[in-house]
Structures are given as structure tokens and as C-alpha cells.
């Protein structure tokens, strides 16, 4: 039976995930607290894994209902921050760390997710383990960690996902509330990456390519994917399903 089996959210964009039991549908599509923060230099741009390897240095938390993170660094320097009372505090510390000057900003309404438009990320607890498989460097958490999904779904196949894009593809169901597929997601630099190190795994995405080219599943509309590249689908939750809450355990359905 296909079950809800995990719902994480990244509460500061580019650090590390939490996972939930639950959590709402925000009005603007995406899950609460997901990409609600983001650090962006005085240009505007984004600091994350794409733009900087260091940020796999830090290992963050945070706390949810006291609206605290936690972060550490690889040398063991360990601070906490209240995100909403400490803005100029996180300001600084995060500047000097990275070397620039950065501001922290919020959007409680959608988030900084990449694509606007859009919402929650999705992958089967399956295809982590399939893909993990492919590489010897790589663990299931360390899958699950580099990809960065919102919404894990077990007790179906490997690459599960990827028959609810393109033409005539099916929507879901997950407890009370429909998601859409919109496009499948094309992934960049950071799953290469050791995330806890940094360290990158040999030919990654010649490997990787290979593997998804021969093992593409035959329920999948291929012509719906520009490249071999992608794994998980990003989705789209309909205005009047927003504002649901999701739970851990939750059925999942495939809805023709």
C-alpha cells in the first residue's frame, strides 16, 4: 500500500532539512515552513550548495514552534539563533562566515522555493534506494539527503513518480488532498556531493545518466523529460486542496 513516509521542509534555503510529522499546504502551494528563510548577497542572489561547496561545512536544526536554528561547523562552533528576534545576529554570523555581506529574508506565504509557481517535491523511498545502489560512496540517507525532496512515498516501485508527468499523467492523492505533477526535476551540482563533506563522487553524472537512461521505467512518458539528468518530480497542489494539513501514514493514491 502506497503510505505517506516522510515530509521534510528546508526552513532556510540551501541548509538542512527537518523532517515532520505533519504539515500544512500553505496558501501559495508549497509546505509550511519550507524555504521560509533564505541568505541573499547584496545582489539579490541566492547562497546555497549551487553557488558554494561550504555549506556542507554547517550542519543546522531547527525548532519549529520556537522559531530557532541551530548551526555548527566543522570545527565544532555551535550557535543558536532565533530567526525571527536575532535577524542582524544571524546577518552577521552568516557573513562572516561565508566572506560577504548577506541578509536574511523571510516569505511565510510561499517561501523561496525555486520554481514559484510550483510546490512540494516528490520521490519514492524506492527510487533512494535504487539510486543509491549505483554508487558504492552512497547510503540511502546520504540519497535521500543529497536530493532533498519534500514528499517520500513508500510501498511502491522504484521511479514511481516519474508516471505523474507529461501527457494524460495520472494525479494523486495524498490523505484528503490532490497533487498535480508539473515537471520532472532536473537536478544540478549538489547530489555529486558528499553532504556532509563536500566530496564530490567520480563521474557522477555520467554514471548517474547511464543508470536512469537504462533503467527508465516503462509507465513513464519520456517525451515529458528533456534529459536523463532529473530524478523526482516537482508538483501542484489545486487552490482548493491549500490549506490541508498532511500527515506521516497518510494513503496514498493514483487518481487516472
Known sequence: MATLERLTVFPVKGLDGIDLDSTAVLDGGTLRYDREFVLVDTDGDVINGKRTDRV???????????????????????????????????????????????????????????????????????????????????????????MRANVEVSGVPAFWEDRFVGDDAPALEIGDSRFEGVTPCGRCVVPQRDPDTGDPIPEFRTRFVRNRRERFPEWADEDAFDHYYTLMVITRVPEVDRGKTLRIGDPVETIE
Do not use: C
Open 56 to 146: 556542507h561545512e554547517l550542519e543546522t536544526d531547527f525548532d519549529p514552534a520556537a522559531r530557532k536554528m541551530t548551526v555548527e561547523t566543522a570545527d565544532g562552533d555551535e550557535r543558536r539563533f532565533d530567526l525571527e528576534s536575532e535577524r542582524e545576529r544571524v546577518e552577521e554570523w552568516f557573513s562572516d562566515y561565508f566572506g560577504m555581506e548577506l541578509v536574511l529574508e523571510r516569505d511565510e506565504s510561499l517561501g523561496f522555493v525555486d520554481r514559484r509557481e510550483m510546490g512540494p517535491s516528490l520521490i519514492s523511498t524506492a527510487t533512494l534506494r535504487t539510486v543509491s545502489s549505483w554508487f558504492d560512496e552512497m547510503t540511502v540517507e546520504g540519497a535521500r539527503r543529497r
